[in-house]
C-alpha cells in the first residue's frame, strides 16, 4: 500500500510537467531515442535529460543505451496504475450514490440538499 | 490549449502527494469541514491547509466559508479531465495498432519485432 502510494507521487509529480506528458504521448507511438524526443523542444540537452530522468524515476518509461545512443521506452502497465487510481474514486461515488439510493428509498417525503 | 496544459500541471502535481489523494477519496463521499478532513491525518493544522490551499488551487476541490468554519467540496470536472489524458493516450495506442495492422496486411511474410 505505502509502495504503491510512493508510486502514485512519483507517477502523479512525472505527468505534472508539459514536456514530460508530451514525451509519454510520443513514446506511445514506440520507441525513440533521446536524441528524436529532444528534438520537438526548444530545450537544452542537460535540461531536457533531467526530464527524462524524472520520467525514468517514476517507471513511467525504461531506457537502454547502445553505444552513444539512448533509447527509450513506454511502460504503459505503470502508466494503467496511475489510470485506475481515478477508476478508483468514480467506484467510489458509484458506490456512495447506491448507499443514497437505499436510502432515498427508505425515507418518504423531503429530502433536503445534502 | 495552454491553459489546458497549466490545468494539467496542477492538477497533476495536487495529485502527487498521499495527503492530498486522501482529501479527493473522502470528498468523493460528500463535502467535509476543513477540521473533518484533517482528523485522520497526523498533522499541524497549517501544513494540512497547505495542502487544502495546494488541492483549491488546482481547482480540484471548492472551499465556502460560514463563520468559522470551512467546507470543501469535490470539483469532479476537473479530476475528469485528468482521467480524459489518460484515456486520449490510449487512444493514440490504439489508432497506432489500427496502422500497424493496416501495415501488416499490406506486408507478406516476415516482420521483426519493431
Redesign the interface.
Known sequence: MDNN?AA??????A????TR?AV??RL???SATVSELAKPFDMALPSFMKHIGVLEASGLIGSRKTGRVRTCTLK?KR?AA??R??EK?RA??AS?YDNLDTLLESMTGDTDE?
Open positions: 502510494q502514485l507521487d512519483t507517477v502523479f509529480h505527468l505534472a510537467d508539459p506528458r509519454i504521448q506511445g507511438q514506440g504503459k502508466l496511475a489510470e487510481w481515478f474514486q467510489l461515488w456512495r445534502n
